[in-house]
């Protein structure tokens, strides 16, 4: 049994909070992340192709998740799982966002592959 007393905060652009409970960078874990994340109103990162598959429990706000297939408005009390190798982008809405995601296995910035 192992104890995680507190998550590491990992500093990104753009205003969006992540506080990592487990994963690589807070407790060792390579098999998989659970991370806190708050979007400000209207955030959005670069597209990505990671090598993980993502599980978001969105708990305030609304995300939107844009794939080849478009772009699927998730709502708080809505999930969404993204593949590996799909071709992502996340954004928020204009009352920004707060989820929890999950990653298997563990995010890596060397793993999500964003674009530039």
Avoid at 46 to 62: C, D, I, K, S
Avoid at 88 to 97: K, L, T
Wanted: hydrophobic letters at 35%; a negative charge; one cysteine or more.
């Amino acid at each position: 049994m192992r104890k995680i007393e507190a998550a590491t905060r990992i500093p990104v652009p753009g205003g969006k909070v992540i506080d990592e409970h487990i994963g690589r960078v807070n407790s060792g874990d390579e098999a998989l992340s659970i991370a806190h994340m708050v979007a400000p109103p209207g955030w959005d990162e670069p597209a990505q192709t990671p090598e993980f598959t993502e599980y978001t429990v969105v708990l305030r706000g609304t995300v939107f998740v844009e794939t080849a297939e478009g772009t699927t408005e998730v709502n708080a009390g809505q999930s969404i799982v993204t593949e590996a190798g799909e071709k992502i982008r996340y954004s928020c809405g204009p009352e920004g966002a707060e989820y929890v995601a999950v990653c298997l296995p563990a995010f890596s910035p060397d793993s999500a592959h964003r674009d530039d």
